[in-house]
């Protein structure tokens, strides 16, 4: 199903400015871009575009609201500029299993004044050998990437912003840091 079309299916009814959360995992992108997603969203706090075939992520609108962007599994290799003029108050980007292969590419997130999680698993750059002193150096903004602080504890569900599933072996925690 195209992105436009999935969209209007989770409208449900409801208008662009009432969608405080809208996921489009697994529809298709029309030649790698965005399509359907309006400034119209204005309150729009949740964006899910995994595994959507994005190529880059140029005409995402201005969303002021928007806390939370889902784009894991995509082909994105850069053009991060733009999340920073558009989404300034972004707290948590999953960028896991695109194609990010240099630091510098991340650059641009400098300009996220609050974006507190970023995950990159299964990103190129994740190889490299300074890779989470290099990222934490680079974006001090950052409570935790990949869901580990720069302690290397794990992040909380609530603070990391998990799947929401618990191990077994996480009973007892009560959403407490783990190291």
């Not at 290799?77 to 108050?89: D, M, W």
């Not at 641009?108 to 990222?135: A, H, M, Q, W």
Request: one cysteine or more.
């Amino acid at each position: 199903m195209d992105m436009k079309k999935r969209i209007h299916l989770e409208l449900r009814n409801r208008t662009p400015s009432d969608v405080q959360e809208l996921v489009l995992d697994n529809c298709r992108s029309n030649e790698g871009k965005m399509e359907g997603i309006t400034e119209e969203f204005e309150n729009l706090e949740l964006l899910s575009l995994i595994n959507v075939g994005l190529i880059n992520v140029s005409n995402i609108p201005k969303l002021g609201k928007l806390k939370k962007l889902e784009l894991s599994d995509n082909r994105i290799s850069g053009g991060l500029e733009v999340l920073a003029e558009r989404l300034v108050n972004l707290t948590h980007l999953n960028l896991s299993g695109n194609k990010f292969k240099d630091i510098s590419t991340l650059e641009p997130l400098k300009k996220l004044p609050i974006l507190k999680s970023l995950d990159l698993f299964n990103c190129e750059v994740t190889n490299l050998g300074d890779y989470r002193e290099s990222i934490f150096k680079l974006l001090p903004q950052l409570t935790y990437l990949d869901g580990y602080d720069i302690e290397d504890c794990e992040a909380s569900d609530s603070d990391g912003e998990g799947d929401g599933v618990e191990d077994e072996d996480d009973e007892g925690w009560g959403g407490e840091r783990r190291c």
